[in-house]
């Protein structure tokens, strides 16, 4: 709409109403030109996240050799929470089972979803946590699972300790709260702090102001204007709640407000 506005602007003070009409025909196509190309690249986007999201999720999931079913089940689920249509349903699963065979180029895999999601960071991390996710579905990352993780991680320009610090995350979820009034035990609070980024010697001081950074890096609506696709906002949820019990463990070991 603005370029249909500027170009009959510009082309009344050129050419009078004539200038207008035409201003505006070049003004609408122009409008159109620029809406088709942003809409073919998100596309493109998505595609390409499906692509490799999955395929990085089947080689992962075999990495220990074993495929099991509940790793096929989180499979499933991610492709609810992304809210995949029965087509793109059919594409996943074909990227899955890709990613399975034993000739699955890995690296390059992730450096074309590094390559869509151009170093934006908050893209990357997810993309990372639907990998956590998928491999911790039984319960267990294995250390192939976790050595792959890694490589995945350094490829798309994270570290091993983002990967940890996920792993923790979803331990810490996973583990359901204890009964009331009692202390969690000490790995399931270990684990709580590591989901942070902090360390237990950590004063309340330094433990609010990790929470608070986590929240806000990662906030569902802060994410949606740095480029996320509506389609990853469960799972961008999925961490803040995530985060949320792990700091809520600290506080009741803390006894903090």
Same mark, same amino acid.
């Given at each position: 709409?603005?370029?249909?506005?500027?170009?009959?602007?510009?082309?009344?003070?050129?050419?009078?109403?004539?200038?207008?009409?035409?201003?505006?025909?070049?003004?609408?196509?122009?409008?159109?030109?620029?809406?088709?190309?942003?809409?073919?690249?998100?596309?493109?986007?998505?595609?390409?996240?499906?692509?490799?999201?999955?395929?990085?999720?089947?080689?992962?999931?075999?990495?220990?050799?074993?495929?099991?079913?509940?790793?096929?089940?989180?499979?499933?689920?991610?492709?609810?929470?992304?809210?995949?249509?029965?087509?793109?349903?059919?594409?996943?699963?074909?990227?899955?089972?890709?990613?399975?065979?034993?000739?699955?180029?890995?690296?390059?895999?992730?450096?074309?979803?590094?390559?869509?999601?151009?170093?934006?960071?908050?893209?990357?991390?997810?993309?990372?946590?639907?990998?956590?996710?998928?491999?911790?579905?039984?319960?267990?990352?294995?250390?192939?699972?976790?050595?792959?993780?890694?490589?995945?991680?350094?490829?798309?320009?994270?570290?091993?300790?983002?990967?940890?610090?996920?792993?923790?995350?979803?331990?810490?979820?996973?583990?359901?709260?204890?009964?009331?009034?009692?202390?969690?035990?000490?790995?399931?609070?270990? &684990?709580?702090?590591?989901?942070?980024?902090?360390?237990? &010697?950590?004063?309340?001081?330094?433990?609010?102001?990790?929470?608070?950074?986590?929240?806000?890096?990662?906030?569902?609506?802060?994410?949606?204007?740095?480029?996320?696709?509506?389609?990853?906002?469960?799972?961008?949820?999925?961490?803040?709640?995530?985060?949320?019990?792990?700091?809520?463990?600290?506080?009741?070991?803390?006894?903090?407000?």
């Amino acid at each position: 709409m603005p370029f249909i506005f500027f170009g009959a602007f510009l082309g009344l003070l050129t050419g009078g109403f004539r200038g207008l009409i035409i201003g505006a025909a070049v003004g609408y196509l122009l409008s159109w030109a620029l809406r088709t190309v942003v809409l073919g690249k998100l596309k493109v986007a998505q595609s390409q996240l499906i692509e490799s999201a999955f395929s990085v999720m089947g080689a992962l999931a075999k990495a220990d050799r074993i495929v099991t079913r509940d790793e096929i089940r989180m499979a499933e689920t991610i492709m609810s929470r992304l809210h995949l249509g029965a087509p793109q349903r059919e594409v996943a699963k074909a990227a899955f089972n890709r990613g399975k065979a034993p000739d699955f180029d890995l690296d390059a895999a992730v450096d074309e979803f590094a390559g869509v999601a151009r170093s934006r960071a908050p893209l990357l991390h997810l993309f990372l946590q639907v990998q956590v996710m998928a491999v911790a579905a039984d319960g267990n990352v294995h250390p192939a699972e976790h050595q792959m993780l890694v490589r995945v991680a350094r490829r798309l320009g994270l570290t091993e300790g983002d990967v940890a610090q996920l792993e923790a995350l979803l331990r810490t979820a996973s583990a359901g709260p204890g009964a009331a009034g009692t202390p969690p035990p000490k790995r399931k609070l270990d &684990d709580a702090y590591a989901a942070l980024g902090v360390s237990p &010697d950590a004063s309340d001081a330094e433990v609010k102001r990790a929470y608070r950074r986590l929240m806000s890096q990662n906030h569902p609506d802060k994410l949606a204007s740095r480029g996320l696709p509506e389609s990853m906002r469960q799972i961008a949820e999925e961490r803040t709640r995530e985060i949320n019990t792990a700091y809520d463990l600290i506080k009741d070991s803390r006894n903090l407000a």
